[in-house]
């Protein structure tokens, strides 16, 4: 960390009485390594610990962190945002990140210069659609964004 | 489920150069509609390089079918922040990239009200430290092409004040978000002339009100949202200098008082009223704080009052008068 930057993290810690009007320093506090079906290491942090269930369920193995530098996955539970249901997945890819929106309040990135993914989930993401979804996409949008060989392999058809 | 894949869709073919706030940005769309639009929204003025500030790319989703905008949504991590609307309008703003991408139904592209009240707001307010503007809450209203920046807290009546100084001479620039930029020029204010929002009291100081109804704001606040031209018959501004900051305060003394606010205080409330930005935003969050500075060193003093909108409003001008 350079100078600059720590006294920037010396005056956040300072302002924290200033607006965060958006949730980016909400706090998650569960942090597991996985391993994906393609064997890609995630480093999953999260404030829904339920999630680390739902991950073994989509086919992740609970890993140790090794000497490999993780993808990150940030995903977080927006226990404020009202249940509404899930109508469509919508998805977007700019130069650099892949976006989904799954709805009001539920959409995640995945930035492949930084190698990490962030994610909200409103209260609607239920254990099946975690599974069935958004977990193979989280999957399969990290290996592309690791590896841009594979995008063309990307599952993901326009269907109604 | 319904999936919508815009992964390998070609190119955006549609270009155009928006200048919003002083800024220019580059516009990439697959609608003829959705650029002629935003190009008479917000029309170029005096781009000639290559560089935008922040590249914009607006997919029309044209298979999508029409229905009611549902209520937004806005959450932000690290570098990047995310705006939905439903599943089929949604948006994600890069600070690191200065790059906003998104997808709309087509029926959305008609919307101005949306794009020019709710979007473009939306997408200043939240890359505006990241090329170079500061969006501040305050009010800014213009005369004799001087401005004045009125901040406070929520509910100290800011946009009441403000309608009531337009009644009487000034220009209204903004009355509640002003964004401020340091241009070749010095230190310029920009608003962007959406509708002024008066809680469900304000008939009682503007009886023109009564032809509106209240309705619920994006935030969800009741509140007469009118735009202040059509509404009161005043004049409007788009930017100016500001020369002096106000933090109104309300007093249940029927008067008011000016006195002086120091450079310090006026930086810190700048600073504590403005978004947190995480470390690796620290090169916006240190553009932001530059302009900050520059605001704080204009004249500066605290205006309570416990007078009504308009003889405040009689005050405030008759002080900007013999200062």
Redesign the interface.
């Known amino acids: 960390m350079t100078r600059?930057?720590l006294a920037?993290?010396e005056e956040?810690v300072s302002?924290s009485?200033?607006?965060?009007?958006?949730?980016?320093?909400a706090p998650t506090p569960y942090k597991v390594y996985l391993q994906t079906s393609s064997r890609l290491l995630v480093l999953m942090e999260t404030n829904d610990c339920m999630l680390i269930s739902q991950a073994r369920l989509a086919g992740f193995r609970l890993v140790r962190g090794g000497s490999t530098l993780p993808f990150r996955w940030?995903l977080?539970r927006?226990w404020k945002?009202p249940a509404q249901a899930?109508?469509?997945?919508?998805?977007?890819?700019?130069?650099?990140?892949?976006?989904v929106?799954?709805?009001?309040?539920?959409?995640f990135?995945v930035?492949s210069e930084?190698k990490?993914a962030?994610g909200?989930l409103?209260l609607e993401v239920t254990q099946a659609v975690m599974v069935r979804?958004v977990f193979p996409l989280l999957s399969s949008l990290s290996l592309c964004a690791t590896y841009p060989s594979n995008?063309a392999s990307?599952a993901?058809?326009?269907?109604? | 489920m319904i999936v919508r894949n815009h992964f390998a869709e070609p190119q955006l073919e549609h270009e155009a150069v928006l200048s919003i706030a002083g800024k220019n940005f580059g516009l990439r769309t697959n609608s003829e509609v959705l650029m002629a639009v935003l190009t008479r929204a917000y029309p170029r003025e005096g781009f000639l390089g290559s560089a935008f500030d922040v590249v914009f790319d607006i997919r029309v989703d044209n298979a999508a079918e029409k229905n009611e905008l549902p209520a937004p949504c806005f959450r932000g991590t690290e570098h990047l922040v995310f705006a939905t609307f439903g599943s089929r309008t949604f948006f994600t703003f890069d600070l690191l990239r200065n790059y906003v991408v998104g997808v709309v139904p087509s029926h959305r592209t008609h919307d101005r009200a949306f794009w020019q009240r709710i979007l473009i707001p939306i997408m200043i307010g939240v890359m505006g430290p990241s090329v170079g503007i500061a969006p501040l809450h305050c009010a800014c209203l213009v005369r004799k092409s001087e401005g004045i920046m009125i901040s406070g807290l929520s509910g100290a009546g800011k946009s009441t004040l403000s309608v009531a100084l337009a009644q009487c001479g000034f220009n209204l620039l903004s009355d509640d978000w002003t964004y401020v930029t340091q241009l070749n020029s010095g230190l310029t204010a920009f608003g962007l002339s959406v509708p002024v929002k008066l809680l469900p009291d304000a008939p009682q100081f503007f009886p023109d009100l009564n032809q509106f109804t209240p309705a619920p704001s994006l935030n969800g606040e009741l509140a007469y949202e009118v735009n202040a031209v059509d509404a009161f018959h005043v004049g409007q501004a788009t930017n100016c200098t500001p020369r002096r900051f106000f933090l109104l305060q309300r007093s249940l003394n029927p008067a008011c008082t000016f006195r002086s606010l120091a450079t310090r205080d006026v930086n810190n409330w700048l600073e504590q009223s403005a978004e947190r930005l995480p470390k690796r935003l620290a090169a916006a969050h240190n553009r932001r704080r530059a302009i900050i500075h520059e605001v704080a060193k204009l004249e500066s003093f605290v205006f309570e009052t416990g007078l009504s909108p308009h003889a405040s409003a009689q005050a405030l001008k008759d002080f900007c008068d013999s200062h």
């Open positions: 600059t930057n920037f993290a956040i302002s009485l200033t607006p965060d009007l958006l949730g980016r320093f940030r977080f927006d945002r899930i109508g469509a997945i919508t998805s977007l890819r700019s130069n650099n990140c892949f976006h929106s799954l709805g009001c309040g539920t959409s990135s930035d930084f990490e962030f909200f409103g979804h995008i990307l993901m058809e326009n269907r109604a």
